[in-house]
C-alpha cells in the first residue's frame, strides 16, 4: 500500500514520512503499543485501552471521522516504512488545537519528533489558519517538554490534571 505522504524526511539516516491514518496501519500501530506499553501508560491514557488490533482499527477510523468533521488531523510517522508513531491536532476550533504524539521507543533521539512537530506547526499555521497552538504534558515527561521548547512552545502553567501547559502563538512563530 502507497500512503499519501504530507511530508518526508531523513533522520539519522532512517526515512520519515508523514502520512494520513488508514486502517491497514492497525497490525503495526498495534505491535508498536504492545512493545512500548509500559513507557506508554505512564504518559498517554488510553494506551493500556488499546488491548487488540480491531481496537486500533477503530481507533484509525475515529481519526479519519474526527478530521473529516473538522475536529481532529492526525497523522501517522512511518519510518522506513513502518508505522513507528503519530502526531496530531485535537481539541481543534476555528483559532486553536492541541499537539499530541507518541513515538516508540527504538525511534526515538534521532530527532524524528522535533522535525515532525515543527511540520505541523507550519501545517496548523499556514493551512489550517489557526492562531494558536496548546501542547500538554506530564510534568516529568522531559523528553516530551523538550520537543516542545525546540519547536518554540513557551510554558504557560500547570492545569487542572497537574499537566504542563506549553503554548505557541502564530504571530510569535519565525
Not at 122 to 134: D, G, R, T, V
Amino acid at each position: 500500500m502507497i500512503p499519501f505522504t504530507l511530508y518526508k524526511f531523513i533522520a539519522e539516516g532512517h526515512q520519515v514520512q508523514l502520512v494520513l491514518p488508514e486502517v491497514w496501519q492497525a497490525d503495526e500501530f498495534f505491535n508498536r503499543l504492545q512493545e512500548n506499553l509500559a513507557e506508554f501508560s505512564k504518559w498517554l491514557v488510553w494506551a493500556k485501552s488499546i488491548d487488540s488490533v480491531e481496537k486500533e482499527a477503530n481507533s484509525i477510523k475515529t481519526f479519519q471521522q474526527k478530521m473529516v468533521d473538522g475536529i481532529a488531523f492526525n497523522l501517522v510517522i512511518l519510518v522506513d516504512g513502518v508505522p513507528a508513531g503519530m502526531l496530531d491536532l485535537h481539541e481543534m476550533n476555528k483559532k486553536s488545537g492541541e499537539v499530541g504524539y507518541w513515538l516508540a521507543k527504538s525511534y526515538q533521539h534521532f530527532g524524528i519528533m522535533t522535525k515532525s512537530v515543527n511540520f505541523l506547526i507550519e501545517y496548523a499555521f499556514s493551512q489550517l489558519k489557526l492562531e494558536y497552538l496548546i501542547l500538554r504534558t506530564a510534568p516529568d515527561n522531559f523528553a516530551s517538554q523538550s520537543v516542545a521548547k525546540r519547536c518554540g512552545f513557551s510554558y504557560v502553567e500547570i492545569d487542572e490534571n497537574n499537566h504542563k501547559v506549553f503554548k505557541l502563538e502564530k504571530e510569535l512563530h519565525k
